[in-house]
């Protein structure tokens, strides 16, 4: 089946995020796959999505699970091979659903072929790849760049003498964007997918392609201030992050590789901006109408913690800053992901989480952007706990116990909850533990439940579909207290007041002011979420949200 090449399909589209490690494993050995994935697709098609992104599947020698790319063009073993993925990419367009791939090109493994030619010596074709420098006199590293996983983001080669940049592990050495036969070699593994019929990609730490080729330090942060996409026991959080990335010809290479999807009717990006400040501008930069990305995956709503009914405040804060700075840009938000705690635990829901999840994806399907779905999230999954003789990520083994890793949200997917390993494997042991825990929020026993979660959200998904503000429209904030959320979307003919009860208890809100500026609204039905609406004051259940229009609409 060919998909319609609607340019513009992906501006309001819901998205689920497939970690494939943990979502099926079809062969039993205890890892997720490609024909695990296409096993599950009508699973996914039925909740309501209109395209998935998979995380990395390349050869890989799996240091950072699939992040450090051994061969660009080819799927690793351990999930299947290129026919595997043929067969899910024809299966996902059959069910209507279009297929973004992880494409990690800021960095390969040092595994990877481009890599072992580099480090032979200083003269050969392929030496300046990557970001290698001379050692100070005093033979310590260039600058004060720090990894993101900890440490110097410098390591020295013995054979070259000299030093390479890696901004994660050490085995995943920094390609050098500088060179112009580097950018045509990654706009080249680009094309082998587009032409292959995937309809796009998520470009993972887009923002890290490019280095100050001066090499200058990175001044310090402000006492206090602390960047909110790292732990607060990672001293990376301690630089203003000026010169290791987010430098100015990134914007030049993306406008090739817009060129490079524009040749392709219906191919669309979607870029992971990890930027330490003036977030909106960036985005706004990253995705500028017709030339860049088509999207920015932004960390604003990963980054926010609290406690149940404390997020109201600090997510307008971050919606209204978003919507001051990115013009006419586009946002991909998301609350959970492969690198953060689960939502539910992260706000304080985990002993909510039936209650609390079909209103933390109706929240995140209603803002001004593209929604993506973290797999699980629909099923109200918590953070599980990982014991540190289980765990995987050399993110938490490097700063255990203050900080467990990612392995937590990364746990196999529930599937059956009589089943061993919950219906993900068939292995005795599967690659991280299923959480206990989960099993009672397994897919089978919340689709058998009207009230559950998953059918709940499933159902929401179904409705937004029709509601073009919900999926095109601008967007304003209005004043109310903790622990409310209110905002209106408006697009053509269509205008939606959307009220969100964030706390646990009971709450009413006068809506006078609203109703006195913009008229009266009404109670939209469909949508699956309780409320009253006594003449301007609404009255909302704990973890609700109520849908208006305005009266004649």
Known sequence: MTLNTDKNWWRGATLYQIYPRSFVDSNGDGVGDLAGIRRELAYV???????????????????????????????????????DFRALLAEAHGLGLRVLIDLVVSHTSEEHAWFKQSRQDRSNPKADWYVWANAKPDGQAPNNWLSLFGGSAW???????????????????????????????????????????????????????FHDRLLRDNPLLPPGQL???????????LQDHLYDKTQPENLLFLQRFRALLDAYPGAAAVGELGVDSEVARHSREYTEAGRRLHMVYSFDLLGCKGEAGSMSKALRRALEAMEAGIGDGWVSWALSNHDFERVVSRWGYAAHGRQAAPLLLALLCSLRGSPCIYQGDELGLS???????????????????????????????????????AGFSSAPE??????????????DLQSARSDSALRRISHFLHWRKQQPALRLGDIRLFDCPEPLLLLLRSHGSQSLLCAFNLGTQTHSLDLSPVFAELGEFRPVSGHGFDYELQGARLLLPPLSVAYLSPQGQ
Not at 57 to 69: C, L, N
Not at 182 to 193: I, N, T
Not at 227 to 237: L, R
Not at 430 to 443: C, I, N
Request: aromatic share 16%; net charge negative; hydrophobic share 40%.
């Open 45 to 83: 098609a039925g909740l309501g999505v209109e395209a998935v992104w998979i995380s990395p599947f390349f050869k890989s020698p799996m240091r950072d699970f699939g992040y450090d790319v051994s061969d660009y063009c080819d799927v690793d073993p351990m999930f299947g091979n290129l026919a």
């Open 430 to 443: 599967t690659w991280l533990p299923l959480d206990p825990a989960h099993r009672s929020m397994a897919v």
């Open 227 to 237: 960047t909110n996409t790292v732990e607060a026991c990672n001293p990376y959080g």
């Open 155 to 209: 390591a020295w080669d013995a054979g070259r003498q000299q030093y390479y940049l890696h901004n994660f592990l050490a085995c995943q050495p920094d390609l050098n964007f500088h060179h112009p036969e580097v950018q045509d070699a990654v706009l080249a593994q680009a094309r082998f997918w587009l032409d292959l019929g995937v309809d796009g990609f998520r470009l993972d730490v887009v923002n890290f392609y």
């Open 383 to 421: 953070q599980a706990e990982v014991p540190f003789e289980r765990l995987q990520d050399p993110y938490g083994k490097a700063f255990w116990p203050e900080f467990k890793g990612r392995d937590g949200c990364r746990t196999p997917m529930p599937w059956l909850s009589q089943a061993p390993q």
